[in-house]
């Protein structure tokens, strides 16, 4: 029942800033775990960032540059991104997990999922 919209997705310069958002309706927001993956053409799903109720968690690869934050009264999750690359390139996706008790990197523990904003960092 759970539904999840991202946005804030663009083209932006190497160097450059954006701000994704995930804004979720229809469970207890703040008990969920929720997370940021992307895919790159080609490529596997990958694990960004997620936040839950006693931890945040980041990929190496986005450590120091991305952030994972919360607005529980907007029902919102974001992902601010500093420094982009264009290894940031892919389809960025939020997902939700209701009953999460494990590590937050394995994409096959979520339950919901949005429908992706494309990130396109150009060089």
């Known amino acids: 029942q759970v539904q999840l919209v991202e946005s804030g997705g663009g083209l932006v310069q190497a160097g450059g800033s954006l701000r994704l958002s995930c804004a979720a309706s229809?469970?207890?927001?703040?008990?969920?775990?929720m997370g940021w993956f992307r895919q790159a053409p080609g490529k596997e799903r990958e694990f960004v960032a997620a936040i839950r109720r006693g931890g945040i968690y980041y990929e190496d690869a986005v450590k120091g540059r991305f952030t994972i934050s919360t607005n529980s009264a907007k029902n919102t999750v974001y992902l601010q991104m500093n420094s982009l690359k264009p290894e940031d390139t892919a389809v960025y996706y939020c997902?939700?997990?209701?009953?999460?008790?494990?590590?937050?990197?394995?994409?096959?523990?979520?339950?919901?999922w949005g429908q992706g904003t494309q990130v396109t960092v150009s060089s």
């Open positions: 997902a939700a997990d209701l009953s999460f008790t494990g590590s937050p990197n394995n994409a096959t523990l979520y339950d919901y």
């Open positions: 229809g469970g207890t927001f703040s008990s969920y775990t």
